[in-house]
T-cell receptor, first 109, second 114 residues
Framework: GQQLNQSPQSMFIQEGEDVSMNCTSS?????WLWYKQDPGEGPVLLIA?????ELTSNGRLTAQFGITRKDSFLNISASIPSDVGIYFC?????????FGAGTILRVKS | ETGVTQTPRHLVMGMTNKKSLKCEQH?????MYWYKQSAKKPLELMFV???????ENNSVPSRFSPECPNSSHLFLHLHTLQPEDSALYLC?????????????FGPGTRLTVT
């Protein structure tokens, strides 16, 4: 089946730093989405991308839909302690939503 | 209540027990999903209901039995589970017309099988 390779697996960064993570696949996806999951909660949708090349921002978050439709990245600017959590990329392939394994973000204050 | 709610939040059950997980969505959506989340693994889609009909069953063992009595409620009935079934079970919902991408998740039920 379709797989998403998400990297890095985990990050430990200084408060105030910018963060970048990405997802790649050998398959073409129709939609790319980024979710965040806080401990003890379900994933929350952060950004949804619908067109190749699309660049979308949500506050300090910026995500892009790769022009090949096989990748996407998420940037977080000026990280703060509440950014900790697990970030998942996801892509739609036909009528399926496929998730990456997640990037664990830890912020050192 | 708003969004997607799940009860119970935590459940410990023996392998011979029968229990049910409940999910309710207050978003007016018409598709609902069950996922299993295990440590260090991607979310695994278990079941999909669209317009109250089951449209996906991803080779899930029969000890998991879903039920969708209406577009707002989804149940997962559990019986004779195994310890490896211990995981976080997440419910999600979406609007069929919007495609499968924009799914809204509940907080999950942390299940421990002893």
């Amino acid at each position: 089946g379709q797989q998403l390779n998400q990297s890095p697996q985990s990050m430990f960064i200084q408060e105030g730093e910018d963060v970048s993570m990405n997802c790649t696949s050998s398959s073409i996806f129709n939609t790319w989405l980024w979710y965040k999951q806080d401990p003890g909660e379900g994933p929350v949708l952060l950004i949804a991308l619908y067109k190749a090349g699309e660049l979308t921002s949500n506050g300090r978050l910026t995500a892009q839909f790769g022009i090949t439709r096989k990748d996407s990245f998420l940037n977080i600017s000026a990280s703060i302690p509440s950014d900790v959590g697990i970030y998942f990329c996801a892509g739609t392939y036909g009528n399926k939503l496929v998730f990456g394994a997640g990037t664990i973000l830890r912020v050192k204050s | 209540e708003t969004g997607v709610t799940q009860t119970p939040r935590h459940l410990v059950m023996g392998m011979t027990n029968k229990k049910s997980l409940k999910c309710e969505q207050h978003l007016g959506h018409n598709a609902m999903y069950w996922y299993k989340q295990s440590a260090k693994k991607p979310l695994e889609l278990m079941f999909v209901y669209s317009l109250e009909e089951r449209v996906e069953n991803n080779s899930v063992p029969s000890r998991f039995s879903p039920e969708c009595p209406n577009s707002s409620h989804l149940f997962l009935h559990l019986h004779t589970l195994q310890p490896e079934d211990s995981a976080l079970y997440l419910c999600a919902s979406s609007q069929v017309a919007a495609g499968v991408g924009e799914q809204y998740f509940g907080p999950g039920t942390r299940l421990t099988v002893t």
